[in-house]
């Protein structure tokens, strides 16, 4: 089993505009609302995938409802944490004939000291029956930002590989307690870092930054792939994935379908090169649809091939 966990889920609206244009009126043209927050498309995903998941997290009110009823018309299994606050909303408006997305989300319900220690207890069970735990997404407002950390550290001393990917203070004071996996996207190693990069060798300084900051690996994830630093040690490697990118649909939670494909080869027992271009295949695949976590499993299999993987020579100045 694999667990996946979302501490601030939502109700996700996705919505199709043409030639969007900021001030005028719009009708769209398609329009998707479904559960969401990062660990929950991370678990529809690995559902797709045919991987055992659970999901769980915290969730309130009617758009709570919400959440849990759809996630069970989806074949999900569930076990969250019932909160007294409501889930949050947010929004995302596709430009079909752009590929450009724009997203409004709101920051989430207030969880009480009482629902945290309920949840802390819930994940301690789960932990028992399963082989590997994804943290994913932000942490609700008032939250401690060592949070995460908490979690990692929990989940590591009973032997729980783990894959942390948030933002943030919470994400880097979760990188601290040591996760095996982290998979930020470009703009989010830049902040996770303090600065930006551009030339293949500042790729690799970051990604050996990454891991100085406490992860075991880290993947950068690109529009064509990803770069990813793997192994600990003197068998310490870097790892380039390369697709060429499909004409999108929308990219929301493409690097999400990334994290369900690494999962699912990694739960299979894949070689970090095979996990890394299932992780590529599966966002590359997703950018089909419309809405975060919708693969096609045939089709992602199938862009497999087209993944090239290769080892790349880390510059003895890194």
Same mark, same amino acid.
């Given at each position: ?16 505009? &043409? ?31 045919? @991987?055992? /998941? ?31 606050? #409501? ?9 079909? =004939? ?25 994940? *301690? ?13 932000? +942490?609700? &407002?008032?939250?401690? /930002?060592?949070?995460?950390? @908490? ?9 729980? &590989?783990?894959? +942390? *990917?948030?933002?943030? #203070? ?19 190693? #830049? ?38 630093? /793997?192994?600990?040690? &003197? ?15 929308? =990219?929301?939670?493409?690097? *999400? ?29 997703? =950018? ?5 976590? @919708?693969? *096609? ?22």
């Amino acid at each position: 089993m694999i667990i996946s966990v979302t501490l601030n889920a939502a109700i996700d609206r996705t919505v199709a505009v &043409p030639n969007l244009r900021l001030g005028h009126r719009h009708r769209s043209v398609e329009t998707r609302t479904v559960p969401g927050g990062k660990g929950i498309n991370v678990a529809r995903a690995l559902g797709l995938l045919g @991987r055992p /998941v659970i999901a769980t997290g915290l969730v309130g009110g009617g758009n709570g409802d919400r959440v849990l009823k759809q996630l069970g018309e989806e074949g999900l299994l569930t076990d969250f944490i019932r909160i007294a606050e #409501e889930t949050r909303f947010n929004l995302a408006l596709v430009d079909p =004939t752009t590929g450009e997305q724009t997203e409004v989300n709101e920051r989430g319900p207030r969880v009480s000291p009482e629902e945290l220690d309920a949840f802390i207890e819930r994940l *301690d069970y789960l932990a028992g029956g399963a082989k590997l735990c994804v943290l994913a997404g932000s +942490l609700p &407002p008032g939250i401690d /930002v060592e949070f995460y950390a @908490r979690l990692v550290e929990a989940l590591k001393r009973v032997g729980m &590989p783990v894959l +942390l *990917d948030s933002e943030g #203070e919470a994400m880097s004071a979760g990188m601290r307690a040591g996760p095996d996996m982290i998979t930020p996207n470009k703009l989010e190693a #830049e902040e996770l870092v303090g600065h930006e990069f551009e030339s293949r060798a500042e790729m690799f300084g970051v990604l050996s930054e990454l891991v100085d900051m406490g992860p075991a690996q880290a993947a950068i994830t690109l529009p064509e792939g990803c770069v990813a630093i /793997v192994g600990e040690g &003197p068998g310490q490697r870097i790892l380039e994935a390369l697709i060429e990118p499909l004409e999108p649909i929308s =990219t929301v939670g493409s690097g *999400d379908a990334f994290v369900a494909g690494y999962i699912a080869a990694l739960y299979d027992g894949g070689s970090p090169e095979e996990c890394l271009a299932y992780g590529v295949a599966c966002g590359a695949e997703s =950018t089909q649809h419309l809405g975060a976590g @919708r693969i *096609d499993r045939g089709r992602a299999e199938s862009l497999l091939g087209n993944v090239e993987v290769r080892q790349l020579q880390l510059p003895a100045e890194v």
